[in-house]
DNA sequence: AATGAATGAGTATTCATTCAT
DNA sequence: CATGAATGAATACTCATTCAT
């Protein structure tokens, strides 16, 4: 990373992507200076992009519903989204920690609308395919998905599996089996 | 009751207590020195009684337990038990953090036997009172209690009543509102 | 241990027995604790009996000495004795350290005089035996003495051997093999 | 000179400057924290610089080593380097319990090479001067700088002289006296 | 006289944040 | 703008010493 505009957006990307990776292995409370090097890059420039650790939290966690987001634009079911938030809760349960209690509320509601965009795009297509009760509304879909989540973010790593397909079973949620549906 | 083995007992209890509020009020990370300073008591003391976090955190743990147990033997329902760990999880969020991160994995599995006994305890009356559907094992009525608790765990203040009210219907979880029955 | 003056002595006899065994496994800086609770004795007994760090290191080394003394007072020779002190040293070089950097000067005085002692009944008859050069005054032993022990404590267990083998060599000092004689 | 890689260096050798005071002044134990503060730096610097007790330990006894090195390249003779020798164990002799006890076996190892070297290159001028007898080989004296330097480290301060000049003696070598040589 | 819990000062260590270059 | 060293407050943890029982 030399110098000038260009590479300040690439600094920017690679904290991101650093943030994502350093998370997920150590968890929430791991030194921000774990990021910096991860991505090569000054503890300076950690800083001027993102001032907190709130807002790198936020921008990994925003990369997290970018993905979704894409998904959905090349027309990813309900039960697809419902998927890949559940293995991105599994794969990195801290991002969902950090971001909650350290992102400000501004950003917390922020991320969760545009997920309820999502969830509204694909909910009624969702009901027709059963994925969901009939009577689900986006904020009963919304809610099964932090349930889940937090569940998720706080078991250790091999109950996760079960623990996920029973509450989906409790919530009426009904996914396909993670088998590649062929 | 400064020294010997008669304040030992009541210096264990202060520091217990003490680990209660200041997990509530601090989470997770609060500094062990003001759980001692709370309780009245020396570092060292402290550290003579619990001699990790992760001790301190499950007797805490323990305390909420056993304020269940007791309810049970005092012939509380199922309803009155999912209610109170309710209460314990907004009151105090964090404690299930740290036990879980940091009590070790064989003293979390003792204190799931322990809950789930007492729900074994009340769950058939809880059936025939429309607490839980018919069907429920007491392994589902487990898997609600943690999916609300860690979801109470990771929301803010203000979100929690609704948050756990609707949580409680999509379960098919039926609890007498909050308001004292007269 | 119970109580009354018989208890005392024996108390006094294990805190002794422990502290050498605890410097020699833990090394100069051991926590008296841990003397305490190998001796089976309360922390108080350890400061009645022992107030310092240094009256506890000195009492452990006058143990030392004392083997030595009794070795003397068998018949054993000026050999004999320095090959009790290297096998002392070996085992728990510690033991020097903490007696000179503890015990006031007083103390490690009388405890050299009580070493001088020994030399000096021995030397002659060691001269003799070619153990010692001729010309060899006992300040001279006791120096050889010192220079051994204090470079056995500050070697690194595999070198001990070689070390001490050697150094006795460029001394001038001739001991038999380890070996027992038959 | 506050930041920046400039600050950097001179903060280094501040340290080890400080280091060599300090445990010469204090000893083994001396508390990391009196080195940074008398470098005039943050106690993270120290840190940052050097991670361990023993890696500060270890660049102060190479700052010793350095110091004959220079004296050898200077023409220095192994009389003058045995002086030197004894000279540092005088004023400091808690470095060689640091380094030895505190850097790893690689360091220690490295640091004794290196003095080796020293002796193999002002070995045979010192048999020629008589400083070592003829049959000493590098081994030999380097065996008797650990006696003598081991020595000096646990004796108390007025018998140090005494104590080296007649050590000296018994292992063979003949040193000048004190006094410089005009 | 023995016990062992309580104390709290002392030290190591980490890490968010700043800032000279 | 980027860098990465410097900072120092915050925290964990240990252990010598005291003292009520």
């Known amino acids: 990373m030399n110098r000038g505009p260009a590479a300040a957006a690439e600094n920017r990307a690679a904290l991101i992507a650093a943030a994502r990776e350093i998370f997920a292995e150590q968890g929430v ?3 921000l200076s774990a990021i910096a090097k991860r991505a090569g890059v000054g503890q300076g420039s ?3 992009h993102f001032p907190t650790r709130g807002a790198i939290a936020g921008a990994a ?3 997290n519903v970018a993905d979704i987001e894409r998904l959905v ?3 990813g079911t309900l039960a697809e989204v419902l998927g890949m938030v559940e293995e991105q809760a599994t794969s990195s349960p801290a991002l969902i920690d950090v971001t909650l209690h350290h992102s400000g ?3 917390a ?3 969760q609308e545009r997920m309820m965009a999502l969830i509204e ?3 009624p297509a969702g009901r027709v395919a059963g994925t969901v009760p009939e009577h689900f509304t986006a904020d009963d879909v919304m809610l099964c998905v932090r349930l889940v989540a937090s569940a998720l973010a706080e078991s250790s790593l091999d109950e996760r599996v079960p623990l996920v397909r029973r509450s989906w079973q409790l919530l009426g949620v009904r996914l ?3 088998a590649e549906p062929e």
Do not use: V, W
Request: without cysteine; proline residues 8%.
């Open 61 to 63: 966690f925003d990369a």
């Open 176 to 178: 396909p089996d993670k």
């Open 73 to 75: 634009a090349d027309g």
């Open 121 to 123: 795009a694909t909910l």
């Open 29 to 31: 409370d791991a030194p």
């Open 109 to 111: 509601a922020q991320l």
């Open 46 to 48: 950690l800083y001027r």
């Open 105 to 107: 509320e501004a950003r």
